[in-house]
């Protein structure tokens, strides 16, 4: 599998398991270098540990050649023991390399003290130690050389780094939380939004990073159940340090050790703020006329059916309005349909600032408007139509100065569904148009 296929909790899972093997690799060489000084001190002790290492050894004289190789040696290079004592060592090296491996050598012979190098080659990457035995006049006699494969090693502190840097690059927020609610490890985006450093998170209490109320209200009880093998996904707005109020999207993911017991929660949070802003966008673009900015029919449905509902179970009262402008093509074909257009965002405009909050305005189409007037009497109804119908009458439009309106109003009551309180209501408007126009007639 590929790195960059990895899902983010793949990933932090990758990141815990190889600082762990990195951990243990180097205390394992950690501990070789201190057992190899330790017995690398007389020509006795270098035979006897050159046969007991499970490294590449060999022993040397000082013009390099191998006295002695040990079973990890011969399995490695594919020869018999008879075939490598009594060689000299730079045979067996890449022409390339004999120069360089002769100086490191004489190194050695000329400081008396031990030198360790690293070679790369072909696809191997191997830690080299070179180690003189000293004689009884205090000169180098022998070279005790051991050989370790330090492949693996470097293998996953690479994969570490490439893990690290996909996670640090990632405009998501990462957290891996222990069992007592403690930031384990963050990444560079936990900084950047919550504007700290690492040693102010990390170490930390999610409480003390998110607030007690927060803490106890939204997250303890996730992380809870996600230590408990629960994956959980949710949505939640937060108040960031920045000022900004973020919509995030955010995935709690038990984190398994070996053994299969959960040692912590992975939290990836990602800001949907936009995705949520662009979805109330288009939720509201679906219910408004985009010409007036008002609402349109599909809500004007919808809100109709939901007060008839609540009438029926409060017993309120609701009564609603239609009116269109008289003339109105008159308009249209005399000055140009962006006269039209001018009128009816006047019109609505206008009728807006004779209305409540809580009144449905919405254009029924063409110049055809209806107004839902949850808690309201049908007398109170035919004041407010009244009193429009005024106001219209009295205003002054642009390009054509004076326009009508005819109303209808009409009132719920308990044997009306959607469909048969807005018949009476189109009846009685047009009954308004019928008899003269400029007129509320109610039904």
Known sequence: MKVDDLSKEQL????????????????????????????????????????????????LNTNGIILEVNEAAVRRVGKRVTELTGKCIFDFFPPEFKDFRKVYINIVLQTKEPLRFQDEYKDLILNVCIYPILNDEDEVERLAVFVSDDTEHRHNEELLHRYSQILSTTQDLMAYIDKNFIFRTVNDAYLRIYKKSRKEIVGHSVEELVGKDYFEKKIKENIQQCLNGQGIQQQEWFDFPDGKRRCMYMSYY???????????????????????????????????????QIFNRTKFDQALKEEIKRCRRYNTELSIIMFDIDHFKHFNDTYGHDVGDKILVSLVNLVKKCIRDTDIFSRWGGEEFMLLLPHTSLE????????????????????????????????????????????????????????????????
Request: charge should be positive; proline fraction near 1%; include cysteine.
């Open 254 to 292: 038990p984190l398994l050790a070996k053994d299969k017991h959960v040692t912590g929660v992975l939290l990836n949070s990602v800001d949907i703020t936009k995705i949520k802003q662009l979805e109330e966008e288009l939720k509201r673009l679906s219910v408004t006329d985009l010409l007036t």
């Open 380 to 443: 109170n109804a035919v004041k407010l139509a009244e009193r429009i119908r005024i106001k219209v009458k009295e205003h002054t439009f642009a390009k054509v100065e004076s326009i009508t309106c005819s109303f209808g109003v009409s009132e719920f009551i308990k044997e009306d569904n959607e469909e048969t309180l807005i018949k009476r209501v189109d009846n009685a408007l047009y009954e308004s148009k019928r008899s003269g126009r400029n007129k509320v007639t109610v039904m």
């Open 12 to 59: 932090m899972e990758k990141i815990k398991s190889l600082n762990r093997e990195i951990t243990r690799l180097k205390e394992k060489e950690a501990q070789r270098i201190h057992t190899e000084k330790a017995l690398i001190k007389t020509k006795a002790t270098a035979y006897a540990f050159i046969n007991a290492t499970s490294d590449l050894a060999a022993l």
